[in-house]
């Protein structure tokens, strides 16, 4: 059973381009979420996305960031015209979206490395 | 909102014993507890739920108090492998997917 996948593992962009990252949730998962990493740094969450609906979006920055999740394919997260100060780890993580009453335990992927010179 | 973790760094021997606080100045309805190496992807250890239990895994184990909305994990006879960062995440009410993570323990066990 694959788990959380993520692509491209490490992405090099020049100030002003646009980043482009994915994830494909484990098998059965219907839930994702995005969280940003800085060096030496915690895991700040940005988006939480059921399949073609957004729930949660209150850690994502006002401008040039968006994420969906297609009811076919990968979730993409996607940062428009890049500065330097984007540069970090991109995680991935996905649940089952069965909990219920209950928090769903979350399984990450290997993260994005994005460097924008 | 934040749940803060302390200590921030430990360096301990082979075998030695640490824990690792997490508190949260909300009311948590959940704590879950995650080991990231360097260069890696966070990896789940447990969840626990509000009822103050405890839970056991190997010789890694957890409580959740929930009066004082507090979380320590309890790593005994430490072994190389533990070295990593920890990080605890928090759930405000059940039904809420959305989890929290605090600022990180640095963990070194060294020979």
């Known amino acids: 059973n694959a788990g959380v996948m993520q692509n491209p593992r490490h992405l090099v962009r020049r100030r002003g381009q646009e980043a482009r990252l994915r994830c494909s949730p484990m098998?059965?998962?219907?839930?994702v979420y995005w969280y940003r990493q800085l060096p030496e740094e915690g895991l700040k969450f940005m988006v939480y996305?059921?399949?073609?609906?957004?729930?949660?979006e209150s850690g994502m920055p006002k401008e040039r960031f968006s994420a969906e999740f297609p009811k076919e394919g990968p979730s993409i997260l996607r940062i428009q015209q890049v500065v330097r100060g984007d540069s970090a780890a991109y995680f991935c993580?996905?649940?089952?979206?069965?909990?219920?009453?209950?928090?769903?335990?979350?399984?990450f992927g290997p993260g994005t490395r994005l460097t924008v010179l | 909102q934040q749940p803060v973790q302390s200590p921030q760094a430990v360096i301990l021997r082979e075998g030695e014993d640490a824990v690792i606080n997490c508190s949260s100045s909300?009311?948590?309805?959940?704590v879950h507890w995650y080991r990231q190496k360097h260069g890696e992807a966070p990896v789940f250890l447990m969840i626990l739920l509000k009822g103050g239990e405890q839970k056991g895994h190997e010789k890694i184990s957890a409580s959740f108090n929930e009066k004082k909305q507090q979380s320590s994990l309890y790593l005994t006879a430490s072994q190389l492998s533990y070295s990593g960062t920890y990080f605890c995440?928090?759930?405000?009410?059940?039904?809420?997917?959305?989890?929290?993570f605090g600022t990180g323990t640095k963990l070194q066990v060294i020979p």
């Open positions: 993580a996905s649940s089952p979206g069965t909990g219920g009453l209950l928090t769903d335990t979350q399984y």
């Open positions: 098998k059965g998962h219907s839930h």
């Open positions: 995440g928090t759930a405000l009410r059940g039904g809420y997917q959305k989890v929290t």
């Open positions: 996305l059921q399949k073609e609906n957004i729930i949660d």
């Open positions: 909300k009311a948590l309805y959940s």
